[in-house]
């Protein structure tokens, strides 16, 4: 059974990075699209970035420009990075992939934007 291990959140200023990983335990990036999401306190669980088996990236206008999604297929992982970091940016950060049997998420990392 595939599972999902995010790492590399923490705190960092405002204006700083950080990048997340997201490990799988099978071979499973080259087959499906990837996601992460975020859900900051209070509110709904959001669209971060997405990146397809070709490795075509996607991301909404609230992150264009500031996070960059790739992936590693020897390695069975996709990372996040993430620039000029927001304090809005503060959530718990989640990778996604849609198998055929539904959704599976990892457990997700905390990232926390402050000064």
């Known amino acids: 059974q595939v599972q999902l291990v995010e790492s590399g959140g923490g705190l960092v200023q405002p204006g700083g990075s950080l990048r997340l990983s997201c490990a799988a335990s099978?071979?499973?990036?080259?087959?499906?699209?990837m996601d992460w999401y975020r859900q900051a306190p209070g509110k709904q669980r959001e669209w971060v970035a997405t990146?397809?088996?070709?490795?075509?990236?996607h991301y909404p206008a609230s992150v264009k420009g500031r996070f960059t999604i790739s992936k590693d297929n020897a390695k069975n992982t996709v990372y996040l990075q993430m620039n000029s970091l927001k304090p809005e940016d503060t959530a718990v950060y989640y990778c996604?992939?849609?198998?055929?049997?539904?959704?599976?998420w990892g457990q997700g990392t905390q990232v926390t934007v402050s000064s």
């Open positions: 996604n992939v849609q198998l055929p049997k539904g959704p599976l």
């Open positions: 099978g071979s499973i990036f080259n087959i499906y699209a």
């Open positions: 990146i397809t088996t070709s490795g075509s990236t």
